[in-house]
């Protein structure tokens, strides 16, 4: 049983068809990139599978469960957490405050006035490993505004991963990033899949990125499942170079054979 499953799943917004008849497995382990042209659905998958918006047609699996008409809290719950292509953090809070929410709500305690002292060391601890995990235990007193971009983006995964996620959804993690912090953010994505088991589905537009990270990866092109294989599989594909060279001339993007291919 894969541990997610769409099965013919569309989503219109009145007349636009976002997505279109998208039936997909990702199995546990997996970390795979989703790419595709601007507009061409990515992050409207990632509202269906993560639960803001139903989908208008088709199925939705969860571990076998279906999902598609849950919201965005109890599948939080049930493992599915995903980040933003705009970050979302609170940018007044320090680094290791916003983190603290993050494992306060996860502990379903964010809203007590008072918490025992054994709870509150549960808290600190678990806050501490995840500073430590995604390695920015060095800024934990900074105030998130403050931080770069990078940083901050960081920060977000943190507060994903205080959730204990079976399923993480990445909107372009990498977007706006210099090579450093591409960097770090590639080798966190990893490190999450291959010595947390975490599944991973991130989405990206930089070819140099998916074909050095993803095992596999699915491409959409205007609402409709176009490809989906092994890096290799993908590179070589007809449908997808036309695809991304309708988009301007950008056959190296996907070919991964220019260094400045990121966006
Ligand atoms: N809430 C919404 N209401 C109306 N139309 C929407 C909504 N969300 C997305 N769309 C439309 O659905 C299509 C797919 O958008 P989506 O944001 O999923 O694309 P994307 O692949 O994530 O693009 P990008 O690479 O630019 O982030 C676009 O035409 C977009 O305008
Ligand atoms: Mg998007």
Do not use: C
């Not at 795979?32 to 409207?44: F, S, V």
């Amino acid at each position: 049983m894969s541990l997610l499953s769409l099965r013919h799943v569309s989503r219109r917004f009145g007349a636009l068809v976002a997505l279109n008849d998208i039936s997909l497995d990702i199995e546990a382990g997996e970390l795979r990139a989703l790419i595709g042209p601007n507009g061409a659905g990515k992050t409207t998958l990632f509202n269906l599978i993560s639960g803001f918006f139903p989908p208008s047609d088709g199925e939705i699996l969860f571990g076998g469960e279906r999902i598609a008409a849950t919201d965005p809290v109890t599948l939080v719950r049930k493992g599915i957490i995903r980040t933003f292509q705009i970050t979302e953090i609170f940018l007044d809070l320090t680094v290791y405050e916003n983190l603290r929410v993050a494992v306060e709500t996860a502990m379903g305690i964010s809203l007590r006035p008072w918490v025992s002292r054994a709870v509150r060391s549960a808290v600190d601890l678990r806050v501490q490993e995840l500073l430590e995990l995604v390695r920015i235990g060095g800024r934990a007193g900074r105030v998130a505004g403050e931080l770069s971009h990078g940083d901050q983006r960081v920060v977000e995964v943190g507060m994903a991963l205080a959730h204990a996620p079976r399923l993480l959804l990445l909107d372009e993690p990498t977007a706006g990033m210099g090579d450093e912090e591409t960097h770090h953010m590639t080798n966190l994505i990893r490190q999450l899949n291959r010595e947390r088991g975490i599944t991973i589905l991130f989405v990206e537009h930089d070819m140099n990125i998916v074909f050095g990270v993803a095992e596999r990866i699915t491409v959409l092109d205007n609402g409709a499942l176009l490809a989906e294989g092994t890096a290799a599989e993908i590179a070589a594909n007809p449908r997808v170079q036309a695809a991304y060279l309708g988009q301007g001339g950008a056959q190296a993007r996907v070919t991964g054979s220019h260094a400045d291919a990121a966006s």
